[in-house]
């Protein structure tokens, strides 16, 4: 328990359906709740931010498109409103979830303010930022550079952490600190949800939630569940946190469109969580995974690659079954065992609750993102 004087925290994140705008706003509400001062700062007003809780406040960063410039800037208003904010409010940190360009932002606002008005700058990677834009030589050393000149930086799996030092070289610590889920009661019955989806009573429900970028190789999905026989035995359900059109052509072509239903832009996600038999995912690469989370903390086990840091959120055989990458036959092998397999299922399902709510709930999570803001605080 944090006895300290509450904090002042400014958290630039994506607003959009994505893990790490998602966990920003978890965070935001966990430390809200503890009594900080939040203000979340953005484009939008992030899509999971609770809107009745209180000492938590919304910025948003407008952009003005200037004929000059053929592409638009978020960078520099972003930076600018970032000054703003913790000037106006006297923030103690700026905490940047995703380091492009949030992190680039979070320094330069630093840099832009009076000395002692200056917040700390924490900056917390969450996958691709590294995975994907720390590969690019057009992006690499800028997020090298602002890693560096960051306060602290924390990375959401020890798989990320030891992917940032290797491809970008960056020599600084990086701290691990797992993501975590708390699962609000869902507003509807299992059985009700069961019903909008049209899944009868002797049907698995298999989730899929993603933000469907081509990391998550939706094809290899679609592929696994067209090798399975006897489709009659379960319905999938897809949380889209992005169009499914591009896939409705392989859907058709694989003669799924019977047993797959889609949802676009779902925010209260519990409600489906809770109706769910089994996750699936065959992502290529996830840092974390927040969704598999997502499932466990409702007893329901996933089939998934195994990729990254999805190792230390689940155990293959004991909270999930793991699968190698881009392999639609294992994936399908992997259902199939847990279609058939009540027992094992429940055994999985049962496993994968307790570690969420051992391992990454609030209460073990958000207590060592408040020790490093002390620290680094002290330390300045
Ligand atoms: O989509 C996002 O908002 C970020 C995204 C990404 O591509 O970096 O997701 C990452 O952050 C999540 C929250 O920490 C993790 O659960 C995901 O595993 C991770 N995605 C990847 O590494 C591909």
Avoid: W
């Amino acid at each position: 328990m944090d006895t300290e004087k509450p904090l002042r925290i400014g958290i630039v994140c994506y607003p959009s359906v994505g893990g790490s705008g998602i966990l920003a706003s978890g965070l935001g509400d966990e430390l809200a709740a503890r009594g900080h001062e939040i203000h979340f700062i953005s484009y939008e007003r992030p899509f999971r931010l609770n809107p009745s809780q209180e000492r938590m406040y919304f910025h948003p960063v407008e952009i003005n498109s200037y004929e000059l410039f053929k592409y638009p800037d978020y960078t520099l208003p972003l930076s600018v409103k970032l000054a703003e904010v913790a000037q106006s409010f006297e923030l103690d940190v700026i905490h940047a979830h995703y380091a492009v360009p949030h992190a680039t932002a979070a320094i330069l606002a630093r840099e832009m303010l009076p000395s002692g008005h200056r917040p700390v700058v924490i900056t917390t990677l969450h996958g691709t930022d590294t995975t994907l834009l720390g590969r690019d030589p057009g992006y690499a050393p800028a997020i090298r550079f602002a890693l560096e000149a960051s306060d602290a930086i924390t990375a959401v799996s020890e798989f990320l952490r030891q992917e940032t030092h290797r491809l970008l070289g960056v020599a600084k610590d990086i701290s691990v600190v797992h993501n975590f889920f708390d699962p609000r009661p869902a507003p509807r019955g299992r059985e009700a949800v069961r019903q909008e989806l049209g899944v009868r009573e002797d049907q698995k429900l298999i989730l899929h939630l993603s933000n469907l970028r081509p990391i998550k190789r939706i094809d290899v999905l679609l592929n696994a569940l067209a090798q399975l026989e006897n489709r009659e035995r379960f319905k999938v359900l897809v949380l889209a946190g992005g169009t499914f059109t591009p896939y409705q052509g392989l859907v058709s072509s694989l003669n799924l469109s019977d047993s797959l239903v889609v949802r676009e832009s779902v925010a209260v996600i519990e409600d489906y969580l809770q109706a769910a038999d089994l996750g699936l995912f065959t992502s290529d690469s996830e840092s974390f995974c927040l969704s598999i989370l997502e499932l466990a903390s409702f007893g329901c086990p996933s089939v998934s690659t195994q990729v990254g840091g999805i190792p230390e959120v689940v155990q293959d055989n004991q909270s999930a079954l793991l699968v190698p990458a881009g392999n639609s036959e294992a994936v399908a092998l992997g259902i199939e065992r847990l279609l058939q397999d009540d027992a094992l299922r429940m055994r999985l399902g049962e496993a994968a609750r307790k570690r969420a709510l051992e391992l990454f709930c609030p209460g073990m999570i958000v207590p060592q993102y408040e020790a490093l803001y002390r620290q680094v605080l002290a330390r300045r």
